[in-house]
């Protein structure tokens, strides 16, 4: 098995709703907001070479939405996707499978594109894209509070297309080993409803792909829990609990929208469970 970290760029989102009840004074600290109260987050995917199969974790907003749509998130470094695969020595019709971790759009907007006909199709033709039923239900039937996320052109095409695949979820406890893909699945439903987490052990290490559980390092103290969650004390505890298991193992956290930090792990601490160390990827995997 090898691992790349695949960038789709950059974007902005409002600091307050990014720290939900953090005061602005204090989250500015590690999360500095520019003057229209933005901060820097980014689209970071991880590629998985395992055999025959390469599996691609979340892809990014796309490029597919109305320029009034972008406006709102200020997307830069932008098309980044295709020139880092070619730098690792594959192509787009390489990737066998697409494992969406929660199909808000910042999550899964790559994984369809206009073709030249100006139709909705997936932008990885030989591939699978997996989700679960769950989640599934959860998205095609939008709450009002997370309708503006799931978008229908990200997410009914993958249907007509043929190319979707359900993980079965666990009867009981966070974790599935899923027959299809060869990692653990860590399932939490603060931020959504089962969103899933990858789990690799890679060289010695442990390595959780955090997606929204933990945007950035600046959200590591439990209470600093992102407005955009539907379920902020489960989210919590979720926390709680994930966080020590890392601290007390010492997992290699994948941070997917951290502009600035690519890994991080996690220790205990008399203020409770905070910042370890930061790692880019390749000071571990060169």
């Not at 307050?16 to 500095?32: D, E, Y």
């Not at 019709?93 to 006909?117: A, P, Q």
């Not at 409803?193 to 959200?219: F, R, S, W």
Request: net charge negative; proline share 5%.
């Amino acid at each position: 098995m090898k691992l790349y970290p695949i960038s789709h760029g950059d974007f902005k989102l409002d600091g307050g709703a990014m720290f939900g009840v953090v005061p602005k004074s204090i989250w500015q600290r590690t999360n500095p907001a520019d003057e229209n109260n933005l901060i820097e987050m980014t689209t970071r995917s991880l590629l998985i070479e395992d055999g025959n199969r390469l599996t691609l974790i979340d892809t990014g907003m796309g490029n597919k939405q109305s320029e009034k749509f972008f406006s709102y998130y200020k997307p830069s470094k932008q098309n980044l996707f295709d020139q880092t695969l070619k730098k690792y020595g594959f192509h787009r019709d390489d990737i066998t499978d697409v494992f969406m971790t929660h199909l808000h759009f910042d999550h899964c907007g790559g994984s369809i594109v206009r073709n030249n006909k100006n139709y909705y199709e997936p932008a990885f033709k030989n591939a699978k894209f997996w989700t679960n039923e769950k989640h599934w239900q959860w998205a095609i039937e939008p709450n009002g509070r997370e309708k503006a996320s799931f978008l229908p052109e990200n997410i009914q095409p993958l249907l007509e297309s043929g190319q979707l695949d359900f993980i079965d979820t666990p009867d009981i406890g966070r974790l599935s080993f899923p027959k299809e893909l060869n990692f653990e699945v860590l399932f939490v439903d603060g931020h959504t409803e089962k969103q899933m987490l990858p789990v690799l052990n890679y060289k010695g290490h442990k390595i959780v792909y955090l997606a929204d559980l933990l945007p950035t390092v600046g959200h590591i103290p439990l209470p600093y829990i992102m407005g955009y969650d539907t379920r902020p004390l489960l989210t919590l505890d979720e926390r709680k609990e994930i966080f020590s298991q890392a601290a007390d193992e010492k997992w290699l956290l994948f941070l997917e929208h951290d502009a600035a930090h690519e890994l991080c792990t996690l220790k205990h601490s008399e203020k409770g469970v905070r910042l370890d160390k930061i790692y880019k990827f390749d000071e571990i995997f060169n």
